[in-house]
């Protein structure tokens, strides 16, 4: 079975790991309680889609 | 070669996943609208659909069908008397799906799936919502336009005076600073 012939050095593996990155969520103002939501989504806070109510809260 | 499924294959395997599907078919006309996952709800959309296009057909050649998936007969009796007269002036479109975001604990994106609304009941919920509208734009209008007609005339006239105002300003200033820079060559 083939095998790592090397540890791999700190360097490398940090360097590797220099690329696992985060991304901010894409938030909008809720139209009806002003809050922060994700977009397309209905509201966590008032419950509510296009003008609907989705969720009980 | 057959068309491949569209959407993400669900479960361990094709029993399972037709399993789970009817399991949640059966659940939503049961609730009338249940809250899955966002893969699920997707792939649940059209099976649900076909199965209310059945009961619309109503007669027992559909109903059959419809029992090879959805096993629970009290379900289809609701489903054939109930959910598909409901929906008789509809062409498709029964079922609605809200995002509503990720769920604690894994992360998965969650929806609601529902059934929509019957036509009949929209209808008047529209209008009602419209008249509303009118009433208030009704209220709220000749208040607007009686204002902007009193306020007309004197804008006009003082912007007029501020603007000669202003162009006169420049015109002075342009001078002193072209002056300015002629003293500053020299």
Known sequence: ?57 | MPTPTKGPRLGGGPAHERLMLANLATALFEHGRITTTEAKAKRLRPLAERLITFAKRGDLHARRRVLTVVRDKSVVHTLFTEIGPNYAGRHGGYTRITKIGPRKGDNAPMAVIELVEPLAEQVVAEATGAAKRAAKEQAAAPKVEAVEVEQATPVEDASGVEETVVVEAVAEESGEGSSDAEGTKE
């Open chain 1, 1 to 57: 079975m083939a095998v790592p012939k090397r540890k791999t050095s700190r360097s490398n593996t940090r360097s590797r790991r220099s690329q696992w990155k985060t991304s901010a969520p894409n938030l909008v103002t809720c139209a009806r309680c002003n809050e922060k939501k994700l977009s397309h989504t209905a509201c966590p806070t008032c419950g509510t889609y296009a003008k609907r109510r989705v969720l009980d809260v």
